[in-house]
């Protein structure tokens, strides 16, 4: 089975929206035949006081390094609609189209 990541902007945006976004995502992934890679890192490693105790000093940096690990794994990259206004979205996107990965848009 083919896997794809989501690329979806988070800020500004409450738990409940960036859940609701994915989920609408995970599905639509779902219908085209995808297994989801999930890169919404939300476990303890990730957590402000963990990444503090390791030294990260630009979290977003640290976010978007795993989010490009985990799109290796990936046959296609999904982007949720405004991912253009998202600066670690339009990395995502050109590392997707750079490395030839299928670029899936939400309608």
Known sequence: MKRAMISQPM???TDEEIVEARDKACTALSEMGYEFVN??????W??????????VVQIPLCYLAKSLEN???CHAAYFCKGWENARGCRI????AVAYGLEVLYED
């Open 11 to 13: 800020a500004g945006k």
């Open 39 to 44: 890169t919404l890192f939300t476990d303890e």
């Open 46 to 55: 990730y957590s402000d006081v963990a990444m503090k105790e390791r030294g």
């Open 71 to 73: 799109m290796s794994l």
């Open 92 to 95: 995502e996107h050109d590392a």
